[in-house]
């Protein structure tokens, strides 16, 4: 078919430019939508390449496990220790108020 020939069957489909905008439309979402899929995987592959360098850092360097272990550590006797402040904090406060009745 030459080219003139295609230009005609378009002009004798002109009722249907309607769809072709559709089309487009259609067309120019899928488009918009995989780019923010592919930005999302991308975002994605860096963390996991992170995660993957970080317990490669963790393997290969036994003091920085062995600090992590010493920090979680802290941190769960230290969590210990608030949690008990807290009960004593409450239960003063209760005995304030019955002392109050």
Known sequence: MTWGGHRRRMAESEPQE???DNMVKMVEDLNK???KLLEE???????????????????????LANSMRR???????CKE????KWQEVLMES???EQKKE
Not at 71 to 77: G, H, K
């Open 18 to 20: 309607g769809n072709h």
């Open 33 to 35: 939508d995989l780019e």
């Open 41 to 63: 995987m991308e975002k994605l592959t860096v963390q996991a390449t992170w995660m993957a360098y970080d317990m490669v850092v963790i393997r290969t360097n036994p003091d």
């Open 71 to 77: 920090l979680e550590d802290a941190f769960l006797s």
């Open 81 to 84: 220790e608030m949690e008990k």
């Open 94 to 96: 209760k005995g304030e």
